[in-house]
């Protein structure tokens, strides 16, 4: 992921490129920001940025042993950890869980956990962070690094986490060992157990302007009256604007704020 394919939050990326080239990186950093915003975006970037091994001034170069790996997310120093609808058991169903997890980043990191919920046929079930996960992401991290110079965890929607999954990465968060990074990406901090945001730099990230997100579709070759479509009932949520494209920019479920939408181009 490059920071150039996001759309907007150029002071964000600054901060984030800065803390990179003068090696002043927090071991913990909270990307905060709302369902279908960059938070995760912007973390996959950031991750993909410190381990690349020719950056190119504030970008990666996209190239690089490091930069493919972690590109198509099996870089062997980049782990994961996200909510599961249950126990994952055994080499066959890890393995499996992060196939798909890597496909769900590649098809769109601007999605929420109602979409991986999906992807991972369990629409139904309750999705957590629970303790066993933990415990594998803090066994994984106690290893050196395999080709970076960093290990870097990543934490998608901390707020899944119960309390023995927290207390389970307390110390390893609170005191990682060298040469490691911690990237939580939040949708709502107010369900995030304190002791574990305490620990975190927060970075907020705002919703998309809606002039961001339109650059964005026009980019991505969608035609000019479906993006404006698209824009207006995103309203600042990306995710939301790339659905309904995919619906074809006829969602039912949107008539109704079509409707609304054609009356203020109207006026
Ligand atoms: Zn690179």
Redesign the pocket.
């Given at each position: 992921m490059f920071f150039s394919e996001i759309p907007g939050l150029e002071d964000v990326k600054k901060i984030l490129i800065n803390s990179v080239t003068t090696n002043h990186s927090a071991h913990a950093i909270m990307f905060l920001g709302k369902s279908g915003s960059a938070n995760l975006t912007l973390a996959l970037a950031y991750a993909?940025f410190i381990n690349?091994?020719?950056?190119k001034g504030e970008d990666?170069?996209?190239?690089?042993p490091?930069?493919v790996k972690m590109n198509k997310f099996i870089h062997p120093d980049f782990h994961f950890l996200m909510p599961t609808p249950g126990k994952i058991d055994g080499d066959a169903e890890q393995a499996k869980l992060l196939a798909d997890w890597r496909l769900f980043l590649l098809s769109n990191t601007y999605s929420d956990h109602t979409a991986w919920g999906q992807a991972l046929g369990a629409e139904n079930k309750q999705l957590g962070i629970k303790i066993d996960e933990a415990r594998k992401l803090v066994a994984s991290l106690t290893l050196k690094a395999f080709e970076g110079e960093y290990k870097i965890a990543l934490i998608w929607l901390p707020e899944f986490m119960n309390n023995a999954a927290a207390n389970m990465l307390l110390k390893t968060l609170e005191e990682p060992s060298e040469k490691t990074i911690f990237l939580l990406v939040c949708n709502d901090i107010e369900k995030v157990i304190v002791t574990i945001q305490s620990r975190c730099q927060p970075i907020y990230i705002r919703d998309f302007e809606d002039h961001e997100i339109l650059a964005y579709l026009e980019k991505k070759g969608i035609d000019k009256p479906i993006a404006q479509k698209a824009t207006y009932i995103g309203n600042g949520n990306l995710q939301e604007a790339l659905d309904f494209v995919q619906k074809g920019g006829t969602s039912e479920n949107h008539i109704a704020q079509f409707r609304d939408w054609m009356r203020l181009c109207f006026n």
């Open positions: 993909t690349c091994e020719d950056k990666s170069c996209g190239v690089c490091s930069c």
